[in-house]
């Protein structure tokens, strides 16, 4: 606009992100909070807060990272591209079972309808033609409707949208700590990691070993 050159620019700092104290509920709170969820999302926020995963790692879940012989969850791409193995607690294995069992009719109904494949991360799709259909590879909690796949020309169901969860159950989360009157930053709303932020601090509030803690 100016027509002039500007030339090499030095000593130029990328703004740094303001850090925030996050909401760690207490686990009577927490307990309020998942007594007024119901359904999947009960379900869901349950092993946000019991095995410390985040909202999008819960969400991912599919059935072949859930090892009910061991008690324990794997996290494929979790923070850091990383995979880790974290602990399932022995509360939640009855009613996941139930839920899996449910699903499993869901899968098979979908089937029926020639729309029960799902993405496969990378290029597995190419290297194993029916695994997207297979019973191992969906997700723990599924989308309420079908989408279309415009690469691939097929209708899939893809995991539950975090938006939805959020929706669903964080204004009883907000509710909780407006009857307990707690003090909160103007204008803040409770997010999902303040439950696993709870479930990584209650273990030391108790004096107890995390892993203890939820196995029997």
């Known amino acids: 606009m100016l027509q002039k050159e500007i030339g090499f620019v030095q000593d130029i700092h990328c703004a740094k992100k303001p850090v925030r104290v996050p909401v760690v509920l207490t ?16 379900l869901a926020a349950s092993l946000m807060y019991g095995s410390g995963l985040r909202l999008l790692e819960c969400l991912r879940l599919r059935v072949q990272d859930v090892d009910f012989d ?8 979790g923070k850091g591209q990383k995979d880790r193995k974290t602990m399932l607690p022995v509360q939640m294995v009855s009613p996941l079972k139930e839920h899996l069992r449910q699903r499993k009719i869901m899968h098979d109904q979908d089937l029926a309808r020639d729309c029960g494949s799902v993405k496969l991360p990378g290029a597995l799709n190419r290297k194993y033609a029916n695994a997207a259909c297979d019973w191992r590879w969906q997700y723990v ?3 309420t409707s079908h989408f279309f796949d415009p690469l691939d020309k097929v209708h899939r169901r893809h995991h539950l949208h975090e938006s939805a969860m959020q929706r669903s159950g964080w204004l009883c989360a907000n509710q909780v700590l407006q009857n307990g009157q707690r003090a909160t930053r103007c204008g803040t709303v409770l997010q999902p990691i303040c439950l696993k932020m709870d479930m990584t601090f209650a273990p030391f509030k108790s004096y107890l070993d995390m892993r ?4 029997p």
Do not use: C, H
């Open 70 to 77: 061991y008690l324990q969850l794997t996290v494929r791409d």
């Open 141 to 143: 909690f599924p989308a």
């Open 27 to 42: 686990s009577d709170e927490a307990m309020r909070v998942l007594r007024l969820l119901e359904g999947k999302y009960r």
């Open 212 to 215: 203890t803690s939820v196995r």
